[in-house]
């Protein structure tokens, strides 16, 4: 089993920045893709970031493309997310997303096994 634990989140203002954490543990023998998803209340998980088994391929929605930056340490099996000038839409529930064995990244909830509990950002205008 892999387990996924995210960090990181927290109270920022507008226009300040976060780094967001997603380590795995466990059966992790594999490289895996590994992706940010967040939740609004009352609202379907989307899909925020998302970089590639070995890191080669980043993915990130329009929304924050150009202030979201992602990376990954396949030697700690831990995936960073840099939130630059955050806005009060970012305020929402961010989990992170792992799966075994893709050069590619997914952007879809059903194209990854395993979840973490997820953390929350709150940006204050």
């Known amino acids: 089993q892999v387990q996924v634990v995210e960090s990181g989140g927290g109270l920022v203002q507008a226009g300040g920045s976060l780094r967001l954490s997603c380590a795995l543990s466990?059966?992790?023998?594999?490289?895996?893709?590994m992706a940010w998803f967040r939740q609004y209340l009352g609202k379907d998980r989307e899909f925020v970031a998302g970089i590639s088994g070995n890191g080669g391929r980043t993915s990130f929605a329009d929304s924050v493309r150009g202030r979201f930056t992602i990376s990954k340490d396949n030697a700690k099996n831990t995936m960073y997310m840099q939130m630059n000038s955050l806005n009060p839409e970012d305020t929402a529930v961010y989990y992170c997303?792992?799966?075994?064995?893709?050069?590619?990244?997914?952007?879809?909830?059903?194209?990854?096994?395993?979840w973490g509990q997820g953390t929350q950002v709150t940006v204050s205008s």
């Open positions: 466990g059966r992790t023998s594999s490289t895996y893709a």
């Open positions: 997303a792992a799966r075994t064995g893709s050069i590619f990244v997914p952007m879809r909830m059903q194209d990854y096994y395993n």
